[in-house]
């Protein structure tokens, strides 16, 4: 389901005689504006902004029309960033703008959306030379009582679906490790002899040499690219490139699909896509943050956490635990929780989580969630009986097994578990052991 936000720009975003002037909108305060500065790479950091925006608006699975959606954009310290889903909801894109690439200073923190509408688009493709590219993310000298006067309102659907995906990536990443490294003129020849767009097969990249070998089979130490013309966004920044750094959790022989990350390094900036282990699959529908919202406790541990956040780069969670006085695990439990309402990123080059702050409610991720809902239902209703690492749990007239497995995962009769053997985070009855576990322990 969508929720229609109303976004409010003074006036198009446009590269002017200037620079580069991107209209902001939400935020801490409407019209924000949290950057003045130069861009010391224009060309690059056009391209990066381009293959954002172009993710933005593509379709990888079942493509149709392209969709009009504006890119997230947060100002932290030392930090740019700005990210964006696909119309499917299956990639996750995001550019970030190191201190070596800009001349000037963040002067607000903050996460509101960008516009980067056609004209722009068109502006930034002819960008190129060497000479510095000024940024105002905001329009000059805003005050409220001046905006209503001047203001452009456009009303665009604000997925509920990107909001999931935001909370599923950030818990997905954190898990991820550096796989490889490769040069630039490798990564080059490697990403021109990948599949082209219409092909929708799970292949695995092996780092060989100084380069990646693909591979029909997993093995220990690949990283699983599905889809793999989805990575075509990154193609428009490899002249710029240094490095092509890929990242993905532990992975063996007979491992099932999995999420991986491609991230290009400038040396100002980095350009990343995340993609979703399979091409129809959507990181909305992932499922990995459910077990670390289904407590109660967590909640609580959320608004303690919350009001420690700062605006760093990156969060430290073991100073975050000390500060809250948590066990690191709960700290990162309530991260999860936080990440559903889009206040917590996760940065797999700085391996670490940074703070951004969406528009948005953050109990609706939580309310939408089928299966979280049906589980705090079944146990509200007594519906679930243990029996040490096992329970039964009664759900209309049939009753399901549930185990807890020794690595903490679930296993349960249902026909979601048999469909999906724990690919996509726990069935409704194992999130109602896990609560009631919780609870008695």
Not at 74 to 96: H, I, K, P, Q
Not at 330 to 353: I, K, N, P
Not at 426 to 440: D, F, G, I, Q, R
Request: charged share 20%; net charge neutral; with cysteine.
């Amino acid at each position: 389901m969508n929720a229609v936000q109303t976004y409010r720009y003074l006036q198009p975003s446009a590269l002017r005689t200037a620079g580069l002037d991107l209209q902001t909108s939400g935020g801490p305060a409407a019209n924000p504006r949290f950057f003045s500065g130069f861009l010391t790479t224009p060309a690059a950091a056009a391209a990066g902004l381009l293959a954002v925006a172009e993710v933005a608006r593509t379709r990888y699975h079942q493509p149709v029309s392209p969709a009009s959606l504006d890119p997230v954009v947060t100002g932290s310290r030392n930090r740019l960033r700005f990210e964006s889903f696909s119309g499917c909801c299956g990639v996750y894109a995001r550019m970030d703008v190191v201190p070596a690439g800009f001349d000037g200073e963040v002067v607000g923190h903050g996460t509101t959306n960008v516009d980067v509408n056609p004209p722009l688009r068109e502006a930034l493709a002819r960008v190129g030379g060497i000479e510095p590219l000024h940024l105002a993310v905001g329009p000059d000298d805003l005050t409220v009582s001046t905006m209503e006067a001047a203001v452009v309102e456009r009303k665009v659907p604000l997925p509920g679906r990107w909001m999931r995906g935001f909370a599923e990536v950030h818990v997905l990443t954190a898990g991820f490790e550096p796989r490889a490294e490769v040069p630039a003129a490798e990564a080059a020849a490697f990403l021109r002899r990948l599949p082209g767009g219409s092909d929708r097969s799970v292949l695995w990249a092996v780092p060989a040499g100084r380069t990646l070998r693909l591979t029909s089979r997993p093995a220990p130490g690949a990283v699983c690219l599905a889809g793999a013309g989805r990575l075509a966004a990154l193609r428009g920044l490899l002249r710029h490139a240094r490095t092509l750094r890929v990242y993905g959790p532990t992975v063996r022989t007979g491992s099932p699909a999995v999420p991986s990350t491609w991230e290009l390094d400038t040396g100002s900036l980095r350009l990343s896509l995340t993609l979703s282990p399979e091409p129809y699959r959507g990181f909305s529908g992932e499922g990995a943050a459910l077990l670390a919202l289904a407590g109660d406790e967590v909640i609580d541990d959320a608004e303690l956490v919350s009001a420690l956040l700062s605006w760093d780069p990156t969060i430290d969670v073991v100073a975050l635990a000390e500060a809250a006085g948590l066990p690191d695990d709960r700290v990162r439990a309530a991260l999860a929780q936080l990440g559903t309402a889009g206040r917590v990123g996760y940065d797999v080059a700085d391996a670490g989580y940074f703070h951004r702050v969406l528009p948005h409610d953050a109990g609706r991720a939580e309310r939408d969630n089928p299966r979280l809902v049906g589980a705090r239902t079944l146990v509200e209703q007594g519906a679930v009986r243990r029996d040490g690492d096992h329970a039964t749990v009664r759900s209309g007239d049939e009753d399901y097994r549930v185990r807890r497995l020794p690595d903490g995962g679930f296993t349960c009769t249902c026909r979601w578990w048999a469909k999906h053997q724990g690919q996509r985070g726990p069935c409704k009855h194992a999130l109602a052991v896990s609560m009631v576990a919780e609870v008695t322990a």
